[in-house]
Every structure is written in structure tokens, then in C-alpha cells.
């Protein structure tokens, strides 16, 4: 009984890499460089600005560069309020990964509500997300995630102009993920469409939302 008990609250690999706290505190000690674990599924999502080499040009680079530092403050405290955790930036770039796939959307879909209503011109992502099977690593004292699922969400953005989201068909077939975009989304905002992503042999079946 006290076993079945201790297994029902255990924390799994995928649970504690998408906590920040987690990650900030102990990546380097939980593996050794070189090592690799399967955290089963997750959910890892993608973000890029658009037009950032642009606004630098028009406003400057030092009031740029603070729009562009609030976005990141604002999405790092979007991601951690959904259980998620930013894994790296790269550039104006984030990548996050989050458990479940509709804690994705929701911390986007806040991000782009707040961002978009601050400072002129306003400001928008493009996003791709994405669910599925990877492992983690140690890198240069930080977990990353590495696989297919790495892949696909990261070219999956490629595919937005900004303000919107790219979802892949593992994400939009989850019933939260449903449910919330029946509840939050405009009539006429979500569309399918075939995509084809580099590297792979097959076009994917993707949905664009715009927000």
C-alpha cells in the first residue's frame, strides 16, 4: 500500500525537466555530460518575433532591445504560471516545454494578448508547437531536449507571419487544447493546411490559428 501510494506522487523525468525552478537549481547534477534519458512525451513550443531586425532600425537599438527583453520577461512568467519552463533562447528565439499541450496555449495566448497591447509598434511571434516522444541532456550545464518531436516544433513556426500560432496535429487533437480554442477563439481564426517541413519526407497536416 505505502509503495502504490509513493509511486501515485513519484515525479517523473518529464515532470521535473519542464519545472524552471528545477532546471535553474540542478541541471548540471541530475545528468552527467554525454548522458541521455527518455522523458516519454512532451509538449515543446517554439517562438521567434517578427520583424525584430526591423524595429530595431525604426526605433533604435536601445529602446529595441528593451521591447524585446519585456517580451522575454513576459513570456518566461507565462511559461512558469503554466507549469512550463523556457529551456534556451537564441537570439529574439525561445524554446519552452511544458507537460501538457494545452498549457502551451494558454501561456501564448497570454503573451501575445500582453504583448501586443504595449509600446508602439506592436509586437508579434510566431509560434510552433508540438507533442511528442524525445530525449534529454546535459549541454553545456543545461537540459535540452533532443528528437523528431525537437525537430518538427522548431520548423513548425516557419509557417507563421506573426500573431499566430502553428499547432501540430498531436496539439490540436487534444481535447483541452479543443476545448479551449471553442471557448478563446475568433470565428473563422483557425484553418488546416498541409505543410512541408525540411528534413523530413512527408507533409504534415497543420493547423494555423490566429490570434
Not at 529551456?87 to 499541450?101: H, I, L, N, Q
Not at 533532443?146 to 522548431?154: D, E, H, K
Request: hydrophobic share 40%.
Amino acid at each position: 500500500m505505502e509503495r502504490t501510494v509513493w509511486s501515485d506522487q513519484a515525479a517523473t523525468a518529464a515532470d521535473v525537466t519542464t519545472l524552471q525552478v528545477f532546471r535553474d537549481l540542478f541541471s548540471r547534477d541530475v545528468l552527467r555530460v554525454g548522458e541521455e534519458i527518455s522523458v516519454g512525451s512532451m509538449t515543446l513550443m517554439f517562438t521567434d518575433l517578427r520583424n525584430s531586425t526591423k524595429l530595431y532600425r525604426e526605433i533604435g537599438d536601445a529602446p529595441a532591445f528593451g521591447r524585446v527583453r519585456d517580451h522575454f520577461d513576459i513570456l518566461e512568467q507565462a511559461v512558469a504560471a503554466e507549469g512550463g519552463s523556457v529551456v534556451k533562447t537564441m537570439g529574439d528565439s525561445v524554446m519552452a516545454a511544458f507537460r501538457e499541450p494545452a498549457s502551451a496555449l494558454r501561456a501564448i495566448w497570454n503573451v501575445q494578448k500582453e504583448i501586443s497591447q504595449r509600446g508602439s509598434p506592436p509586437l508579434f511571434i510566431k509560434v510552433g508547437i508540438h507533442h511528442g516522444p524525445c530525449i534529454v541532456v546535459n549541454l553545456n550545464d543545461r537540459l535540452d531536449y533532443f528528437g523528431s518531436t525537437v525537430n518538427v516544433a522548431a520548423r513548425l513556426s516557419h509557417f507563421s507571419v506573426g500573431g499566430e500560432l502553428i499547432l501540430s496535429e498531436s496539439i490540436r487533437s487534444d481535447p483541452e487544447v479543443t476545448g479551449f480554442l471553442e471557448k478563446n477563439a475568433l470565428p473563422n481564426s483557425i484553418s488546416r493546411f498541409q505543410g512541408e517541413l525540411r528534413g523530413f519526407e512527408e507533409a504534415m497536416d497543420l493547423w494555423k490559428i490566429k490570434l
